[in-house]
């Protein structure tokens, strides 16, 4: 079930990419046109472009109708570090199909799933929000990028086992688990999980056309 979510946030992930690069795009053409310049779009940038459409064009076609677009993943420095340090402890137990090799493509994986990014921060500066300190920086990164959920299953991260609110500095995350994430507040609550296949996350990082 969580591969499934994670389909879907690769597709937020595409969307934000192409808004992104429209954003900026527009943001260019307005300042040149204030100084009577012009823009012009490299051939990489170009082609990256195309790839991002390429890949949402298939996810979406794969996809039922009413999936969401609007879930986006952020991420930081620290969660993927974090992240692969767990991969790496208890990758095997997880999954016996996890091997060593794995872990680095894995991390990757959840970077380019991640595209909002949190402010950098020093680890050793992030405050104290739970019982264990390697768990701060991992709630840290939600409430500096602003994130509305931080979904764990970690009783550091989630103590009662159920939600938890987080506040530092006039910001706030709610830290809840994967399942009542999924019952609670996940939208639209009626999606068909049934027509998601998990193993279409490769379609968010494949070249349809290579």
């Known amino acids: 079930m969580a591969r499934k979510l994670w389909v879907l946030l690769a597709l937020g992930a595409l969307d934000y990419q ?3 690069h429209h954003l900026e795009l527009q943001e260019l053409q307005a300042a040149a046109a ?4 012009h823009v012009h779009v490299s051939q990489s940038g170009a ?3 195309r790839l991002i459409k390429r890949q949402r064009s298939v996810l979406r076609d794969l996809l039922p109708d009413d999936a969401p677009a609007q879930w986006v993943a952020i991420g930081s420095a620290a969660l993927f570090d974090e992240y692969e ?3 790496r402890e ?3 137990r997880l999954s016996p199909s996890v091997r060593e090799i794995d872990v680095r493509p894995l991390r990757r994986q959840v970077e380019a799933v991640c595209v909002a990014a949190a402010p950098p921060f020093d680890i050793a500066q992030a405050p104290k929000l739970t019982r264990d300190r390697k768990d701060d920086p991992i709630v840290y990164t939600a409430l500096l990028g602003r994130a509305d959920y931080l979904i764990s299953d970690d009783r550091d991260i989630v103590p009662d086992g159920s939600e938890h609110v987080y506040e530092h500095d006039e910001h706030q995350v709610l830290a809840t688990t994967f399942n009542r994430f999924i019952t609670t507040y996940f939208e639209p609550a009626d999606l068909d999980w049934g027509a998601i296949d ?5 379609h968010a990082f494949d070249d349809p056309g290579g």
């Open 47 to 49: 082609a990256q472009k």
């Open 90 to 92: 208890s990758g095997r």
């Open 85 to 87: 340090r767990k991969v």
């Open 34 to 37: 204030a100084t009577g310049a």
């Open 198 to 202: 998990g193993r279409w996350l490769r």
């Open 18 to 20: 192409i808004e992104q």
